[in-house]
């Protein structure tokens, strides 16, 4: 059976992006380290430490779809038709996608009117592969609601101030102890949900 997690690379303070929606350092240790991984389905290599790189091939291997909202969607375009980690994507929305977005016909993106829907779909695309929601909204919503199995953070040294929270809006969760990866200029945290 799938795995659902959210996983954000997140300030101290608790952002996932700045009120613009930009990440502005959040995203530095991805080239913190001089081992290449090459995510499958962005066009960019990363250089990160051993410990990130391993981090980073688990979750491709284990890859298997991949929920989104309509404004991650659109902030990014559809990245391009290309989706992230080049897997199955449901984007929870209740339009259809736009009509000027670069999309390519072989792209596999599946628009699902409602969350629950959009896992259920993810999951049975995923196999035992993980589900990767992404959104912090989506990711709370998931969490609100039981959807989630796993919360990952790639918890970065910086304070943002202000922006988009990753854990914003909920109620209480209780989480396993943390499997710790310490990478350079982050550590990787990975909690199980306990129901």
Not at 15 to 32: E, I, M
Not at 165 to 178: C, G, I, K, T
Request: proline letters at 8%.
């Amino acid at each position: 059976m799938a795995t659902v997690i959210s996983s954000f690379c997140t300030s101290l303070d608790g952002f996932v992006a700045r009120p613009d929606d930009s990440v502005g350092p959040l995203f530095d240790w991805h080239h913190s380290g001089d081992v290449e991984v090459r995510p499958p389905g962005y066009p960019l290599t990363l250089r990160v430490s051993e410990a990130s790189a391993r981090h980073w091939r688990e979750m491709i291997e284990r890859r298997g779809a991949f929920v989104c909202g309509r404004r991650l969607f659109d902030h990014t375009r559809g990245w391009g038709g290309r989706p992230p980690l080049g897997v199955p994507t449901f984007v929870v929305s209740h339009r259809p996608p736009p009509e000027d977005w670069p999309a390519r016909t072989e792209a596999p993106y599946t628009f699902v009117g409602d969350l629950e829907s959009a896992v259920a779909k993810a999951t049975a695309v995923a196999g035992e592969g993980i589900v990767s929601v992404s959104g912090a909204n989506l990711a709370q919503q998931c969490l609100r609601a039981g959807l989630l199995d796993e919360v990952w953070m790639d918890l970065v040294p910086v304070l943002l101030g202000e922006g988009i929270r990753y854990l914003d809006d909920v109620n209480e969760v209780r989480l396993s102890d943390p499997t710790i990866i310490n990478g350079a200029k982050v550590t990787h945290l990975r909690y199980r949900v306990e129901r």
